[in-house]
């Protein structure tokens, strides 16, 4: 299992840290595992998850709109 700090998580994603933490927010994004004291870190099959789930209700969308 790996880990990605925040910066990893930005650059997989192309989200800036604020949206990451206002999806968590709003329960949209996956959570991270407290490492310690203020260290965070998130995992990366449950990002990559996320990823493809963004994919996914894109691809849905479009097929929605070629009906």
Known sequence: M???KVKEVMHATSLARP???KYMAK???PKPVSLGGRAVAWVA???DDWIMQC???RDA???????
């Not at 969308?61 to 009906?67: F, G, L, M, N, T």
Request: hydrophobic share 40%; glycine share 4%.
């Open 2 to 4: 790996k880990l990605m």
């Open 27 to 29: 329960g949209q994004f």
């Open 19 to 21: 949206t990451i933490y």
């Open 55 to 57: 994919i996914a209700e």
């Open 61 to 67: 969308e479009s097929d929605i709109e070629a009906d």
């Open 45 to 47: 099959d449950e990002i």
